[in-house]
């Protein structure tokens, strides 16, 4: 965050980063429009921004960015550039394209030298970087346009920046303070060591030690969205993790926190260490089984306490050791039926309350697939299509489950409101449809009106034209 601003002459500094003045270069073609080196100018007037000090990459601030934050390692960063050589010549520049260059920065996807430049800009900051051959392209080059051993001069502006979407609705977002250590990460069922540090509002409402199982956070009361961010996390690596309600403390809020409904949460988290639990395939068929038994327990336990998402967690993970298992003996595949039954069944009731239709209908058709009179997958199948306002697809569910059932009454029931919304939604459509064709004939009847009106006031000027005749002279001239 800019601190301050102080002036030295005509020159100015803004935290460690030199800015041009009107009396500097400021530009590209400022800087290769001189007789000067470039390397010469960013040795005067640029500042290092290299964490050993060696001058790698030098930086000149041409325009000040937004005051506020810098990106961290692994946000999504929106770039634009234009790279020269030394010698002037362009060798690219997304301008030419015409669209912002998307990188994620600190992950190593473009070179050393933007890595390390671009966590030093703010949104909207404008600057030239100077990046040597060891923090560039290095002996190999990137031929054919930037030849080995090549010091490059850029010119980029940062338009915005954000950090990683740990899930597809944006509900946790996450950004890098300190990288962890290698590419190894904590596994669903893996126990965690962690440090957390808990905001609401600016506000700091927690901050502990402590230990759980992923996809058991419920149970020491840390957040959903902690839990389900863990999978992406290195050990001793610390991050900031933005909330959403759905993934913090919901409606309910937390009250211990004084936390209120529909609250925004920020956590800082530091991975200090962690055991990973047993992947699939280094388990055989009878210790999935086993296992099973108790996941279903703990799945159906947050259920009752109406922990749905928690619960899909437990009932996921069967379904991800047993879904590829044939099993060798009749025992071993009437047990693995039995378990996915039951749990994409417990899967559909669970989206169901999450208001996840889709996803309750994908795991209703994996029971169907199973056992084609299921009543509760015909059932719970038309019930979230019912919702979805499927009706005619939702009638054809409820009256499978009479023809599996006679006596079940609450099909019966959802079969006529199913009929009585597919009655309404027709008398909505021919309401429409008629609407619809009044006004075409109304719109039909005013243009007739309009070209009969033209047509009669053309005829009008025509005899008005042959009541004026030219009057004779006596002579008849």
């Known amino acids: 965050m800019v601190k301050h601003m102080r002036g030295t002459g005509n020159k100015r500094e803004i935290l460690g980063t030199r800015v041009s003045t009107s009396g500097e270069m400021s530009s590209l073609e400022d800087i290769f429009s001189t007789n000067q080196c470039p390397t010469a100018a960013f040795t005067s007037q640029g500042t290092d921004v290299t964490p050993n000090g060696d001058r790698g990459v030098c930086k000149i601030v041409k325009q000040h960015g937004v005051e506020g934050e810098m990106p961290m390692i692994g946000d999504k960063v929106f770039v634009h550039y234009t790279g020269r050589l030394l010698n002037g010549k362009k060798f690219d520049s997304s301008l030419d394209r015409k ?35 060891e923090y560039a392209y290095g002996s ?41 250590e290698g590419y190894n990460s904590p596994n669903e069922g893996a126990t965690v060591h962690v440090h957390l540090e808990g905001r609401c509002g600016g506000r700091l409402f927690e901050s502990r030690d402590v230990t ?14 902690v839990d389900r961010a863990m999978e992406k996390i290195q050990k001793g ?28 949460l920020l956590y800082e988290v530091t991975l200090k260490d962690f055991e990973k639990a047993k992947e699939s395939w280094e388990m055989d068929l009878n210790e999935k089984l086993e296992r099973a038994v108790v996941v279903k327990q703990k799945g159906t336990h947050y259920f009752k306490a109406g922990l749905y998402n928690h619960a899909v967690i ?34 559909a009731l669970c989206y169901l309350r999450l208001r996840e239709y889709s996803q309750t209908v994908e795991n209703c058709n994996k029971v169907i697939e199973l056992d084609p009179e299921n009543e509760k997958a015909l059932y719970r199948r038309g019930e979230a299509r019912l919702l979805r306002n499927e009706f005619s697809l ?34 909505r459509d021919k309401k429409i449809y008629a609407n619809m064709f009044q006004r075409f004939a109304e719109h039909d009847a005013k243009v007739g009106r309009l070209k009969r009106k033209k047509e009669e006031t053309g005829i009008s000027d025509q005899n008005k034209q042959g009541l004026k005749r030219p009057c004779l002279s006596q002579d008849g001239s």
Not at 146 to 172: C, H, M, Q, Y
Not at 314 to 330: A, D, P
């Open 394 to 427: 939702a009638l054809v569910d409820f009256r499978k489950v009479l023809q599996v059932n006679s006596f079940n009454r609450a099909a019966r029931s959802q079969i006529a409101i199913c009929q009585r919304k597919i009655r309404e939604h027709h008398e």
């Open 314 to 347: 437990q009932y996921q993970q069967i379904v991800n050791w047993l879904e590829m298992e044939c099993g060798t003996e009749k025992e071993q595949q009437q047990a693995i039926q039995s378990f996915l039954l039951v749990v994409h069944l417990n899967l």
């Open 140 to 180: 190999a080059g990137s031929p054919p346009k930037v030849p080995p051993n090549a010091t490059l001069v850029f010119e980029i502006e940062l338009l915005s920046f954000r950090g990683e979407k740990i899930t597809e609705d944006g509900g946790i977002m996450k950004r890098i303070k300190v990288k962890g």
């Open 212 to 225: 759980f199982v992923v996809g058991e956070s419920e149970d020491v009361g840390v957040p959903l969205g």
């Open 237 to 264: 690596e610390c991050c900031l993790l933005y909330l959403k309600p759905k993934y913090g403390y919901g409606k309910e809020g937390k009250k211990e926190y004084d936390i209120g409904s529909n609250a925004e």
């Open 99 to 133: 669209e912002p260059f998307v990188f994620n920065v600190g992950k190593g996807q473009v070179i050393k030298a933007w890595d390390i430049g671009v966590c030093s800009m703010q949104k909207g900051e404008v600057c030239l970087m100077l990046c040597k051959p």
